[in-house]
């Protein structure tokens, strides 16, 4: 089955203390990408990915960093979170071509506290 | 840069009824592709329906279509026959891409629908 996979699915942290959610892929896309979801904000992009070794910045990518080492996984990496991190957080990929859809993952709740 | 807006935070229709959804978008590129998200319960986004904007004929999926109006850069969602599994939230999505390859989905703030048994 195609699908994206997210882990963890919830998470209540501290302050401060770095954490990675998981992004995985079994469709070989090469573009994969990280919004993050909050009310009356609706998805904003926070980084993407083109390719391996490939990334570059959203609309909001301060406090968060990315890696592409393997065509499949896209983790976000959270160095030192605070608490307006605090949102719902949804991975991305599709093949590319513009009207190919995006699929994305189930979604990750982070609480930072 | 490019923005999406829906004026609609919340709407409720009684099932079997027809209902629309508003979204308006801003933007100077020429070719785009437009695109309503549904977001149920279960917070997974489902892509509903999708829109090249340079063709005029409107996009249709079963009991979804939009009326794309290119000059007035509106794209409206209307769902026919309403079903309770259509309680969800909307999301309007517009999508253009830099030089660089970026695939980024502009969203809008979200439609929240209520179908009324």
């Known amino acids: 089955e195609a699908q994206v996979t997210q882990n963890p699915r919830y998470l209540i942290t501290v302050t401060g203390k770095k954490l990675t959610v998981t992004c995985s892929q079994n469709?070989?896309?090469?573009?994969m990408s990280w919004y993050r979801q909050d009310p009356g904000l609706g998805l904003r992009q926070i980084y993407y990915s083109m390719n391996v070794e490939v990334t570059d910045k959203g609309d909001v990518p301060e406090g968060y960093k990315v890696s592409r080492k393997e065509k499949r996984n896209f983790p976000l990496i959270l160095e030192s979170p605070s608490p307006n991190q605090t949102s719902l957080y949804f991975c991305?990929?599709?093949?590319?071509?513009?009207?190919?859809?995006?699929?994305f993952g189930p979604g990750t709740r982070l609480t930072v506290t | 840069a490019q923005t999406v807006t829906q004026s609609q935070p919340e709407m409720s229709v009684q099932e079997a009824e027809t209902v629309t959804l508003s979204c308006t978008y801003d933007t100077s590129e020429s070719n785009y592709y437009l695109f309503w998200y549904k977001q149920p319960p279960s917070r997974q986004m489902i892509l509903v329906i999708r829109?090249?904007?340079?063709?005029?004929q409107n996009a249709t999926e079963n009991r979804f279509s939009v009326n794309f109006q290119k000059a007035a850069k509106s794209f409206s969602l209307k769902i026919s026959d309403s079903q309770l599994g259509d309680t969800a939230m909307y999301f309007c999505a517009f999508m253009t891409w830099s030089n660089f390859g970026n695939e980024k989905l502009t969203f809008g703030t979200g439609t929240r629908l209520t179908i009324i048994p």
């Open positions: 469709m070989n896309h090469e573009y």
């Open positions: 829109q090249e904007a340079y063709k005029q």
């Open positions: 991305a990929s599709s093949s590319g071509g513009g009207l190919d859809e995006q699929y």
